[in-house]
């Protein structure tokens, strides 16, 4: 009897930890855990990198139009 309730405690605690979630043990390295900020971070680290990214390409695109509209003044100078 007492080998029985071993095994069933021991299938207990498995299923209790599988059903821990999806991201449950899991970490980013360097101590930073998944928590529930961890995806609210990445999110917003996220959205902070599309958004320079962004910025940068029109300023990119506005110094170029500026460049080529020096470059047809000088030509026609």
Same mark, same amino acid.
């Given at each position: ?16 930890? #599988?059903? /821990?979630?999806?991201? !449950?043990?899991?970490?980013? $390295? ?5 928590? %529930?900020?961890?995806?609210? #971070?990445? /999110?917003?680290?996220? !959205?902070?990198?599309?958004? $320079? ?5 029109? %300023? ?18």
């Amino acid at each position: 009897m007492a080998v029985m309730q071993v095994a069933v405690s021991k299938a207990a605690t498995v299923k209790s930890s #599988a059903a /821990g979630g999806a991201f !449950a043990g899991k970490t980013l $390295g360097l101590g930073l855990g998944l928590g %529930a900020w961890g995806p609210i #971070a990445l /999110g917003v680290i996220g !959205a902070v990198a599309v958004y $320079g990214y962004v910025r940068s390409r029109k %300023a990119e695109q506005s110094q170029t139009e500026e460049e080529l509209e020096l470059a047809a003044v000088i030509a026609g100078a």
